[in-house]
């Protein structure tokens, strides 16, 4: 019924008018520049389609919109440093690009499939990067199934104007076909005219612009451009180039009101500056003037490169500006000025050598007959892929939190007292005046400690870590003092063999078969007393008191009943706890024994 349904709309369509939808953002100038540009050879076509453009990135929800337009105009004008940041990491930290990329899809997806699916067109064009990748996966997985294209403006720093799911990408900058065609595919790219209004491919010598734009005949022009927001060190520029003799400056504040009020301001005294917002005369103005000044780049540039325009680039190096300019500049494309001083030079330098107009990119064809010839380049994924992907991306998120919480002591104490397994800190003793005394020591040192305590009348359980020597044991036998194992502490994979461990050194320590004891580490991990409640019998010990060089005394008065834990390390240095604990238990009248005598 489904192929029925989509047959019967497939030959519907066949006869409608073809429809090709924009999809553009309000995120500087450039993007929805293009967009208008591409509407309008579209529109002049004999027979053309019937075009919409509608914001795409405020078609994925109020959420995104917010975040990526808001807060990158806000970057741009007051933190651009942080724009820098963030921008590098999405470049050369693959997780970070990924996690954004995941990000995006997560919350834009639906609210722009259902945009899409309002407009049922034939083909849609993305000029905005966000966009686009959320486009690109909608293609990918099918939900999508029209052709799908992408406009680039920029020349490096395409991982997000290029996308494998986009069918085809409407370049202006032949230098970055290849770049593009490995992050998406052969075929994915066409090298097209510049995405720019028709205006300013139009001849017009420069007496006739400076006439219709009120500007004077006679002496340089320089144009001060900060792009659509009005963002970077415009004022800086325009006071350092109003010291240039026979020079008018066009300051551009774009749609930064308060920026163009503080210019008018700042130069209100100076008849060779001129502050404007947002103008529609830029065709006039670049050909006119005889430099621009800008800050941002993108098409800006194309259209001052059809107007014959000099590019110097100066007042907001930062992210993609900064790598974008540097790549043009090396291209002779622009010229780069990081400095008020290089910014004077570059100016005076390049008013004399005003290039020809190069309305077009030789060889470059018009981007309206690339949409209206688009092809289906994608193939969408099998819909079981991605189900599959997410439910082991699931499992493997589901793994490691399960290793982690059970490599690591987080939680430790609720499992304990959901298993009953708690550590024994104290035994009954049954009116004895004993503390249960256990030695932390290498087996090296075993004989000299057994002859010592046993000089002071005291006994003591030994903990191993590794299963000791027979004669080991039988000194332990012999001199009234026993043997237990120690767990050592955790890690991402030792507490796997926590059961087979204790198993083997109970064994080899001849240690009861239906009950027996073990030294748990100062941070038991959830997995080692998961296992280690597996073998019957087996139950932890933590003592109620920690003794070692770094605390030798007891921190209170010892009680009958005590696990006291001595750490030594075979150093004479490392007996002083021994010495204060033999002192402490012969002032309270207490005797130590082994952890067995006392249970």
């Not at 000029?127 to 999508?144: E, K, S």
């Not at 069918?167 to 005219?193: C, W």
């Not at 439910?391 to 290793?403: D, I, Y």
Request: proline share 6%.
């Amino acid at each position: 019924m489904r192929l029925r349904r989509n047959v019967q709309r497939t030959s519907a369509r066949a006869h409608d008018r073809e429809r090709v939808l924009i999809l553009s953002a309000d995120v500087g100038e450039g993007h929805a520049a293009a967009a208008r540009a591409l509407a309008e050879q579209l529109r002049e076509t004999p027979g053309g389609p019937e075009v919409t453009i509608i914001d795409g990135l405020a078609g994925m929800g109020r959420l995104l919109r917010l975040v990526v337009e808001d807060g990158y105009r806000t970057q741009l004008r007051f933190m651009p440093w942080s724009y820098s940041i963030i921008y590098w990491l999405l470049e050369h930290v693959t997780p970070v690009r990924w996690l954004a990329m995941g990000s995006l899809y997560l919350f834009g997806s639906r609210p722009l499939r259902r945009r899409i699916a309002e407009h049922d067109p034939h083909v849609v064009v993305s000029t905005y990067p966000a966009v686009t990748v959320v486009l690109a996966r909608l293609r990918r997985r099918g939900h999508v199934r029209c052709a799908t294209m992408a406009t680039i403006t920029d020349l490096t720093g395409l991982f997000f104007w290029a996308q494998p799911g986009i069918d085809m990408h409407l370049v202006n900058y032949g230098e970055s076909a290849q770049a593009v065609e490995r992050i998406a595919g052969p075929d994915s790219v066409r090298l097209v005219r510049p995405l720019i209004a028709a205006e300013f491919l139009e001849p017009c010598d420069r007496e006739r612009a400076r006439r219709r734009a009120g500007l004077p005949l006679d002496g340089r022009v320089i144009l001060v451009s900060g792009g659509g927001w009005g963002v970077g060190d415009i004022e800086g520029a325009v006071r350092e180039l109003s010291q240039l003799p026979d020079v008018t400056l066009v300051c551009l504040a774009g749609r930064n009101d308060p920026m163009r009020r503080k210019l008018e301001a700042s130069f209100a005294s100076d008849s060779g500056v001129r502050v404007l917002g947002f103008t529609d005369s830029m065709p006039d103005l670049l050909a006119a003037a005889d430099a621009l000044v800008h800050s941002t780049g993108g098409v800006t540039c194309l259209e001052a490169k059809a107007r014959g325009c000099p590019v110097i680039s100066y007042g907001l190096p930062v992210g993609h500006a900064r790598v974008n300019t540097t790549a043009m500049a090396k291209l002779d494309l622009l010229h780069l000025a990081n400095t008020r001083e290089e910014l004077v030079g570059q100016v005076e330098s390049t008013c004399a050598q005003r290039p020809s107009l190069n309305a077009s990119a030789t060889g470059a064809a018009r981007a309206a007959d690339v949409v209206l010839q688009a092809p289906l380049r994608v193939r969408p994924v099998p819909a079981w892929r991605p189900r599959v992907v997410r439910l082991a991306a699931q499992g493997l998120v589901l793994l490691g939190a399960s290793g982690w919480m059970l490599s690591t002591d987080e939680l430790t104490a609720v499992a304990a007292g959901l298993l009953k397994a708690r550590p024994i800190k104290t035994v009954r003793t049954h009116g004895r005046r004993e503390v249960a005394l256990i030695v932390r020591a290498p087996e090296a040192s075993v004989p000299t400690l057994v002859a010592a305590l046993r000089q002071d009348g005291l006994h003591a359980s030994f903990a191993f870590e590794k299963t000791p020597s027979k004669d080991t044991l039988n000194t332990l036998r012999q001199a009234g003092d026993a043997a237990l194992p120690e767990l050592p502490r955790s890690n991402l994979i030792r507490w796997v063999a926590t059961r087979s461990r204790l198993h083997g050194e109970a064994r080899a320590m001849n240690l009861a078969s239906r009950r027996f004891y073990f030294l748990a580490p100062t941070s038991m991990s959830v997995g080692q007393l998961v296992l280690a409640k597996t073998i019957r019998g087996a139950r932890p010990v933590s003592g109620s008191m920690q003794l070692s060089a770094r605390s030798p005394a007891p921190q209170r008065l010892l009680r009958a009943g005590d696990v006291v834990v001595v750490s030594l390390d075979g150093s004479s240095a490392s007996l002083r706890p021994l010495d204060s604990l033999t002192g402490t238990l012969s002032s309270e009248r207490l005797a130590a024994a082994p952890l067995s005598a006392l249970i």
